[in-house]
Structures are given as structure tokens and as C-alpha cells.
């Protein structure tokens, strides 16, 4: 051989794939149709070329175990066996084992068989057993290894072909497209999808550089009719036969300009024309190549099935439709877990026992459908059983027993709000935990992945009649659709799919609560957050009266970013970062916009974790809506106490003299924000959790910048030592709440700071 051995395994790897699919659908249809010859013939052809490859690569336990699967087939051909239910799981045992070993590394493959040669000579001995004893003088033992140097070059390029072949066996039948296939890395694809879109937006530069050019044409053709109106001018006036020529060759010039001109601008035009075609239909063939059939991904659920009916003591048969449908490859890795377990979930306690079935006018056999289609621009998957569906009372329970609702609440609830809660962490509908099912995992994973690619999930359920499940995806991850806003002068993208809505909103409508600042959209608060704080980027001031918003959320909370202001709405051509960068917090991807310059994609899951996280440690800084005020003189304090009643009498009793008013609910958020905004002065209790009214003041007052921000103290402790020990920690006032049926609080403000 001219190869190397390892170019070899690796290309016995791929052959193994392909054909164990062939393997896999091939026993499943045959157990519904053991006559089938069709379906013998391409199993036998599959245990053949599995037994070709591994003769040349010299694998013997593969050869042999090839051979007995081989021979049963043929056998079954010539009606000598049946291959009924229980054979089939001998040979499905033998198919399990050609999977494994298509998972093992090169470097560990001979160490892996040689801790498997037991299990392999156990399982052609199962599968040996299936035939006659006559049928063959030859045992598995006395298969004599083949010499891999005696192979001729025609038997590796034979290899060679079989590996660059794509065979896809169905559940109706088995296919063998004659399509070559070569084997690609995500990573170069990502690159060729970077350049294809750098490509598209390099080709839109030549459109505007062909406008500029027409500009010029236009004003060339001014200065033409200018020369032309001087020559006129002159005709009538003498002048010298110098100037005469001078103004002749002007003319002459001009002419041969506007020709030049004219010419190049139509081979420029048509260029641009080309290359935009040209960078289009680039692009749009590497999104093509980042799309695989929807079969790809689930080839194995079919198997899946057959073993858990069998398990289950269940009939079930599982019917795949648009299997040629193209799903984006990123999409369908992610689709595997989820579609996985809704399946599984579907067999086990959706599909009854045959003698249920039949019990209840059903046919004995239950069918699980899983379909996929293309619908309004997105990908749409559908998974429909026909089993008992929901039970609306017992979920009922299960939401009282879980402490979900109260049973007032509960028995409210429509059907339609009942099957949502199967999509929270940790619930579940099933009496007990097996291996199968009843964990209370699966559905909110699949719940977030489906909000992760910017795709929905819905339930649909009848009892006793069946339940359906129903995907909406995004076509492909490598475009998006997104809204382009500014934040600290840079731009970020937003996926539209994420977005819950953009808001304009005035700054009188920002109320502040807990001393948290918040919004109402239809009847709904929504937490107010600077998005350059959050992303630990520089405040750029605005003179705005409104504040853009960007509202986003998760399974339960909603928040509002404010930025600087929306760009627009755009397609992106989706970069993966750098994977020496790590993950990059709050940012998923980059992209390039039409003018060339780079852009981040917000992760917008990953974001909102932030902000949580934010808002338990005291971080966020609260919005300053003043800072865009310019002349604005009116006093701004900052009123600390952890009791809402006084902080709000104080609060309403500071705005009604006309000063401009915030809170804080303890000495650490005050911290926080007196470094963040600007107040003239500063109203403290004492005693507060995290961070006490002395400790706030020692704080203020030992800063360099803030140390001239004025204190006053107000408390219940109306000792002298407490006076004392405040004066002590810098405070300017100390004042009792019990003055504040008088003007004491108020005159020591306008003492302090002023009207």
C-alpha cells in the first residue's frame, strides 16, 4: 500500500460508519418484512464491504465477525433461516460492536480489539449459531488472517472509493446515492463561511465606488457645457489664434474625457454587477454546505425505539418523514438530546401496552412520528405520538404536590397553561424514576437550547388520544437576523430572536422601587440596566430626553438595557471567536457589517446570567437620568435607610421642597452609587445589614474625590454617644427621626447645600 497505515484506519473508520447505518435500518426493516429481498441484498453487500475493508487493514476479529453476519444474511436470501425478532437482536449485538469501534481513536484501535476479543468471539459464536450446522465447514477459529502485504493496489483503492461514498439507509427503504462526499472540519467551514461573508461585503464597496463615478460623469458633463458656453460667448468677440487653439484642445479634452469616462463606467458597473452575483452565490453556497439532511442526525432513533418497545413489552413504530430536509449541521447536533428525549418519553409512558391499546379501540401497534419541514423561513419538527396523552386532573396534582400553585390557582389553570409547566427544571409526570424516564430532566433542556438558537417549543396534548411537540429553529447559525445598537460608541448586535421588544422611553417614566430603577410595558415591571455597566464599558453622556431600550429575558426574569442609541436591523454572517479566547463572557460570536467593521453578537442567555449575578452582589450601578440634563441646578440627594417607610416619607417630604431625590437600601448600594452618580448630599440611618450608616460615612469621607460630599446623619439613636461617635466618623448633621414633624431635617439641608 502507498498510504500510510493510520491514513488507512482512518479511511476502515469511515467505511465502518457508513455501512453500520446500512447495518442498523436494514435488521429494523427487515423485522418488519423478513421476506424482503431487497433488504437482504443491501445487508449482505453492507457485512461484505465491512469484511472487504477490515481484510485490508488487517483486523481480524472484524473479519470474522463480518463473515457470520455475512453468512446469515446470505442464508436468509436463499430461505434456508428467518430472521425474525430475537436473531435480529444477536445480530443488532454484532452492530453494536462495529459502532464502538468506529469511536476508537487510531492510536487505541488494536489495544481496544484486544480487550475485546472475547466479546467478539462470543458474538459471531451467538451469530454462528443462527445458521444450520451443515451450512459451512468454516468456524470462526479457523479463519486464517489475511497478509496485508499481499493485497493488490487495486484492493486499497478499492477502500478508497467505498470510504468516499455516502450510503444513507431510511426506515422505508435503503438508499445509495451516488453523490462523492469528502469529509470537511467544522473549523473550515467556519473560515470558508468568514471569507465567503468578507467577500459579500468587499463586493458592496463597488456599487458605491460606481455611484462616485457616475457623480463624477454628471459633473464632467457640467464642465463640458461650460466650455461649450465660453466658446459660444466667444465667438462673436475676436481673439487671437493662440487662444483660439488653447480653448480647442479644452473642448477636444473634454470630449475624450466624457468617452473615457463614459466607458469605464459601464465595465465598472458591470463588474460590480458580476461580483455581487458572483460574492452572493458564494455565500449562499457555503450556507448550503453548513446544511445536512435531517436524516443525519437522527439514524439512531429508529434502533432506539425498537430496543425500548422491546423492553417495554410495547409495539412501537416510528415513522420519519422529511428526512432529506436540510437543517443547518450546528441546529441538528443541537437537536439530538432533546428530540432524544421527547422520544424516549413518548415510548415509555405515551405509548400504552398492546392490551391497553386494544382495550381501548386503538391498533396494538403504536406509531411515533417525528417530521421535519421547511415553514415562513424557519425549520419546523413536529414529534406526534398516538399514546394516552396528558392527563389535565393529574397534573393538576402534580402542580399541587410539586408546590408549584396552590390548588385555587391550579384548578384555574386552562389545559394550555398545564403543559407549560413541563417545561420547568425538575418536573415530571411519572409515578416513579427509572433508567428510562421520571428524572424531571429533558424538557427545560430542550426549552433552553430551543431559546438559545432563537426558536420556539410548544405542547399540544389530548387525553387518551396523543400528544404532539413542535419545534420552530431558524433555518441556520450561520446568518442571523439582528438589531444593531450602540453602546459606549461601539456597535453590538442583538439576535432578533432573543429580543422581547425595543422601547423609546421617557425619563419620567423610570420609577425606582427597593432602589431599583424599573419600567411598566404592559403591565409588566421591567428592571432598568445600563448595558455599558454591565458589558464594563465607558458611560458616553447623552442629551436625549428618551432612553433606547433593548428589553430581553429568560424563563424568569425581564430586564431593559439601555443603550446609546439603535442602529438598525441587519443579516450577519455569524464569525466563531477565536478559540484561544475562551468563552467570552456576554458575547456568543462576531460578525462584520456592510461597511467592513467588526461587530460583537451578544449572548444574550449568558447576559442576563450576568446581570443576575450583578444584582445579588450589589454591583449594578443604578441609571443616572440627569447626567443629559444640561443646566439643570436642581439639588440632587441620596436619601440610605433599610426601611421603606421611612425611606419613602423622607423621599416624598425632600421632592415636595424641590430637591431631586434618590434611595438606597443599605450602606453598599449607597456605596455604589455615590461612586457612580453625582448627589449633593447624602441622608444615612445608622443601623443597616452589609454596610452600617458610621462605616458609609468613614467611606465618603476617607475617598480623595468625594471627602467634600456633605452627611447628615438621621437615626432613632438619640444618645449622645451616638451623636459623638457620628460627628466623630465625619458626619455634618446628626439629626433624631423624631424631628421630623419639624422643619430641623429640612433647615440643616438648605445649611449644608442650599434651596
Known amino acids: 500500500m502507498t498510504m500510510s497505515d493510520d491514513s488507512m484506519l482512518e479511511l476502515f473508520r469511515q467505511e465502518i460508519e457508513t455501512q453500520i447505518s446500512i447495518l442498523n435500518q436494514g435488521l429494523l426493516t427487515l423485522e418488519a418484512n423478513p421476506q424482503s429481498d431487497q433488504t437482504l441484498e443491501a445487508l449482505m453487500r453492507g457485512s461484505h464491504s465491512i469484511k472487504g475493508a477490515a481484510r485490508i487493514v488487517s483486523l481480524d476479529a472484524v473479519v470474522n465477525l463480518a463473515h457470520w453476519m455475512e453468512d446469515c444474511f446470505v442464508a436468509a436470501q436463499s430461505q434456508i433461516i428467518t430472521l425474525g425478532s430475537d436473531p435480529i437482536d444477536v445480530l443488532l449485538q454484532g452492530v453494536d460492536l462495529l459502532q464502538a469501534l468506529s469511536q476508537v481513536s487510531e492510536v487505541d484501535l488494536l489495544e481496544w480489539l484486544a480487550q475485546k476479543a472475547e466479546e467478539f468471539e462470543i458474538c459471531y459464536g451467538a451469530i454462528a449459531a443462527l445458521l444450520p450446522p451443515d451450512f459451512s465447514d468454516r468456524q470462526a477459529t479457523s479463519l486464517v488472517p489475511v497478509d496485508q502485504s499481499a493485497l493488490s493496489q487495486s484492493d486499497s483503492e478499492a477502500l478508497l472509493r467505498s470510504a468516499d461514498r455516502t450510503e444513507i439507509a431510511t426506515v422505508e427503504t435503503i438508499a445509495i446515492p451516488t453523490d462523492r462526499v469528502v ?9 470558508i463561511m468568514g471569507l465567503a461573508g468578507e467577500s459579500l461585503v468587499e463586493a458592496n464597496w463597488l456599487q458605491p465606488f460606481a455611484d462616485s463615478f457616475t457623480t463624477l460623469k454628471s459633473r464632467q458633463l457640467e464642465l463640458a457645457r461650460l466650455l461649450e458656453t465660453i466658446h459660444t460667448t466667444l465667438a462673436n468677440t475676436p481673439i487671437n489664434s493662440e487662444s483660439q487653439q488653447v480653448l480647442d484642445m479644452a473642448r477636444r479634452k473634454a470630449q475624450e474625457c466624457r468617452e473615457i469616462l463614459t466607458d469605464r463606467l459601464g465595465e465598472l458597473e458591470l463588474y460590480a454587477r458580476r461580483t455581487t452575483n458572483l460574492s452572493d452565490r458564494l455565500y449562499r453556497e457555503v450556507i448550503a454546505s453548513h446544511m445536512r439532511p435531517f436524516v443525519d442526525g437522527v439514524q439512531g432513533f429508529p434502533r432506539m425505539v425498537r ?15 422529511g428526512q432529506s430536509t436540510p437543517v443547518d449541521r450546528d441546529i441538528l447536533k443541537k437537536l439530538e438530546a432533546p428530540l432524544t428525549h421527547i422520544i424516549r418519553n413518548a415510548v415509555d409512558h405515551g405509548i400504552e401496552p398492546p392490551e391497553e391499546r386494544e382495550a381501548a379501540g386503538k391498533p396494538m401497534e403504536g406509531t411515533v412520528r417525528l417530521e421535519s419541514f421547511h415553514r415562513g423561513g424557519m425549520l419546523a419538527i413536529t414529534i406526534t405520538d398516538d ?64 431559546q438559545e438558537v432563537g426558536g420556539t417549543i410548544r405542547a399540544t396534548s389530548q387525553f387518551r388520544k396523543g400528544t404532539n411537540f413542535h419545534f420552530q429553529l431558524p433555518l441556520t447559525l450561520s446568518v442571523v437576523r439582528t438589531l444593531i445598537v450602540e453602546i459606549s460608541g461601539e456597535p453590538y448586535a442583538f439576535p432578533l430572536a432573543r429580543i422581547d421588544q425595543i422601547v423609546k422611553l421617557a425619563k419620567s417614566d423610570i420609577h425606582v422601587v427597593e432602589g431599583r430603577q424599573y419600567f411598566t410595558k404592559d403591565e409588566q415591571n421591567i428592571g432598568l440596566i445600563a448595558a455599558h455597566h454591565v458589558l464594563d464599558l465607558p458611560e458616553v453622556l447623552s442629551s436625549d430626553d428618551a432612553l433606547c431600550i433593548v428589553a430581553i429575558s429568560d424563563q424568569s426574569n425581564a430586564y431593559g438595557l439601555v443603550v446609546d442609541q439603535f442602529i438598525g436591523e441587519r443579516d450577519l454572517v455569524v464569525r466563531p471567536l477565536d478559540p484561544r479566547l475562551g468563552k467570552v463572557r456576554d458575547i456568543s460570536a462576531s460578525a462584520l457589517m456592510d461597511n467592513g467593521l467588526p461587530v460583537l453578537i451578544v449572548d444574550v442567555s449568558d447576559l442576563v446570567r450576568s446581570i443576575d449575578n450583578m444584582l445579588n452582589s450589589g454591583q449594578l450601578r443604578p441609571i443616572d437620568v440627569k447626567k443629559a440634563k444640561k443646566g439643570d441646578d436642581q439639588k440632587r440627594l441620596l436619601v440610605v435607610d433599610d426601611s421603606i417607610t421611612v425611606r419613602e416619607m423622607t423621599r416624598k417630604l425632600l421632592q ?47 475617598h480623595p474625590k468625594l471627602n467634600s460630599l456633605p452627611v447628615i446623619i438621621v437615626s432613632y439613636r438619640d444618645r449622645e454617644d451616638d451623636r459623638i461617635q457620628g460627628m466623630e466618623a465625619g458626619a455634618d448633621y446628626y439629626i433624631t427621626k423624631s424631628s421630623f414633624h419639624d422643619d430641623t431635617l429640612v433647615n440643616a439641608i438648605v445649611d449644608l447645600i442650599g434651596k
Open 183 to 191: 469529509r470537511v472540519t467544522a473549523e473550515n467551514l467556519n473560515r
Open 307 to 321: 430496543d425500548l418497545a422491546r423492553r417495554l413489552n410495547k409495539q412501537v413504530k416510528l415513522e420519519i418523514i
Open 656 to 702: 415636595n421642597r424641590g430637591y431631586d431625590v434618590d434611595v438606597a437600601v443599605n450602606g453598599m448600594d449607597a456605596w455604589t452609587a455615590i461612586r457612580s452618580n453625582h448627589y449633593d448630599l447624602v441622608l444615612s440611618d445608622i443601623d443597616m445589614p452589609r454596610m452600617n450608616g458610621i462605616e458609609l460615612v468613614k467611606q465618603i469621607k476617607d
Open 387 to 450: 399514546g394516552r396523552g396528558i392527563d389535565p386532573d393529574q397534573m393538576r396534582q402534580k402542580i399541587i404536590d410539586q408546590n408549584l400553585a396552590s390548588p385555587i390557582t391550579a384548578a384555574q389553570l386552562t389545559e394550555a397553561e398545564i403543559i407549560e409547566f413541563l417545561f420547568l427544571p425538575g418536573f415530571s409526570t411519572a409515578e416513579q424514576v427509572t433508567e428510562i424516564s421520571g428524572r424531571g430532566v429533558g424538557l427545560d433542556i430542550a426549552k433552553s437550547m430551543v
